[in-house]
């Protein structure tokens, strides 16, 4: 038998995860050479009447030839990379080119791109027609394990992040770490902080084994960043799968995300990746937590370590608590004139809570280094 380029004896065969929603049950696949399959995936998953790629120039620049068995000689639409591009003016300008391109409802939005592309390209498929398929080719680790998996698809507003958006799941998601050996240490840092979150949240033994197999993880070792990748995909589809629309189960998946948001709102979305900000997010909940006698000391302290260990954060010394707490109250996690706020009780669970007060905020603003 011969063996598909994609499967090479040296490659392990890649990790299927099946995601159920009630409007949408498709798969993940991960696994090294699998973006050599996303042709026979498409097929398969009935995306291929008409294909729209939508990537970014750096992401095209480096990755176009990857594609030349899908697209052929078709140009992709390229839109601004970086969080800045994450506005109603971008939507905008891809809904003219599907326009221009003749796309009917049969079409395919193909989303090749980190978290950004991917969250825009998504809106773009929600909305335009009143949606139209979408796949995501993630080629950044934090689209790997998180963005590119669960619906969740918009752009940001001068007031606050992802503010205008919708759900609008996915066809196939084709996770390649391939993608991962050109990507700036910095980057691949910031997907590392997500993947910190989903251990907290769901499972100590991911967490172990990152801080067990860091080095090899930052040298981007496929039998040792699958394993990762996948476990972290796997926690993110269970949860979805039981909670697509953020009811209730779903909102763990934003420990570190209030004060995250906020921290990037208050830069203007323009020095820190999510990731980053992300990371103070979590040291700054799991410090209320620690405080309230819900998160052990020595879980607190393990969580500090890993973050220390990943990488220097940009410094936050500029931002006031003032600027944070007003970025914090025009989150969308507040519902009902209420915060509502994810602590971790111990590492690999959490709880939600909604009584979090100004003065635990201001807390935990001081302890990532934020003051009046």
């Given at each position: 038998m011969t063996l598909p380029a994609s499967q090479t004896p040296a490659m392990k065969p890649p990790i299927h995860i099946d995601v159920k929603t009630s409007s949408q049950a498709y798969q993940i696949h991960v696994g090294e050479g699998i973006v050599d399959q996303l042709d026979q995936l498409l097929k398969d998953s009935g995306g291929t009447q008409q294909i729209f790629a939508?990537?970014?120039?750096?992401?095209?620049?480096?990755?176009?030839?990857?594609?030349?068995?899908?697209?052929?000689k078709t140009k992709p639409l390229l839109m601004p990379d970086g969080e800045q591009a994450k506005t109603m003016q971008?939507?905008?300008?891809?809904?003219?080119?599907?326009?221009k391109g003749k796309a009917d409802r049969g079409a395919t939005v193909v989303s090749i791109g980190g978290g950004v592309v991917g969250d825009v390209a998504g809106f773009a498929a929600a909305t335009y027609l009143r949606g139209v398929r979408?796949?995501?080719?993630?080629?950044?680790?934090l689209a790997q394990v998180d963005s590119s998996i669960g619906g969740k698809v918009g752009v940001?507003?001068?007031?606050?992040?992802?503010?205008?958006?919708?759900?609008?799941?996915?066809?196939?998601?084709?996770?390649?770490?391939?993608f991962l050996e050109t990507l700036p240490r910095r980057e691949f840092r910031a997907g590392m902080y997500e993947v910190v979150k989903y251990a907290v949240i769901?499972?100590?033994?991911?967490?172990?084994?990152?801080?067990?197999?860091?080095?090899?993880?930052?040298?981007?070792?496929?039998?040792?960043?699958?394993?990762?990748?996948a476990e972290s995909c796997r926690i993110k589809a269970a949860i979805v799968s039981k909670d697509e629309r953020e009811g209730d189960l779903r909102r763990t998946l934003n420990f570190g995300?209030?004060?995250?948001?906020?921290?990037?709102?208050?830069?203007?979305?323009?020095?820190?990746?999510?990731?980053?900000?992300?990371?103070?997010?979590?040291?700054?909940?799991?410090?209320i937590a620690k405080s309230r006698g819900l998160f052990p000391?020595?879980?607190?302290?393990?969580?500090?370590?890993l973050i220390?260990?990943?990488?220097?954060?940009?410094?936050?010394?500029?931002?006031?608590?003032?600027?944070?707490?007003?970025?914090?109250?025009?989150?969308?996690?507040?519902?009902?004139?209420?915060?509502?706020?994810?602590?971790?009780?111990?590492?690999?669970?959490?709880?939600?809570?909604?009584?979090?007060?100004?003065?635990?905020?201001q807390a935990g603003l001081k302890v990532i280094g934020i003051h009046s």
């Open positions: 939508i990537s970014s120039p750096p992401i095209w620049k480096l990755h176009s030839s990857t594609f030349t068995n899908v697209l052929g971008t939507i905008e300008r891809l809904h003219e080119a599907l326009i979408l796949v995501h080719v993630p080629t950044t680790l940001n507003h001068a007031l606050g992040k992802n503010l205008i958006g919708a759900f609008h799941q996915p066809i196939v998601v084709v996770t390649d770490p391939q769901a499972s100590r033994k991911l967490f172990e084994r990152v801080n067990h197999d860091l080095s090899a993880i930052f040298d981007r070792e496929p039998s040792v960043l699958v394993p990762v990748i995300h209030t004060v995250g948001h906020a921290i990037e709102a208050a830069s203007q979305y323009r020095r820190f990746r999510h990731g980053e900000a992300v990371a103070y997010g979590m040291l700054a909940a799991a410090n000391s020595a879980d607190y302290s393990l969580l500090a370590e220390a260990k990943l990488g220097p954060l940009p410094s936050v010394n500029d931002l006031t608590i003032n600027q944070l707490n007003n970025a914090i109250r025009l989150d969308k996690k507040v519902f009902e004139g209420r915060l509502h706020m994810v602590l971790p009780t111990k590492m690999g669970n959490t709880m939600i809570v909604d009584d979090v007060t100004d003065l635990e905020i």
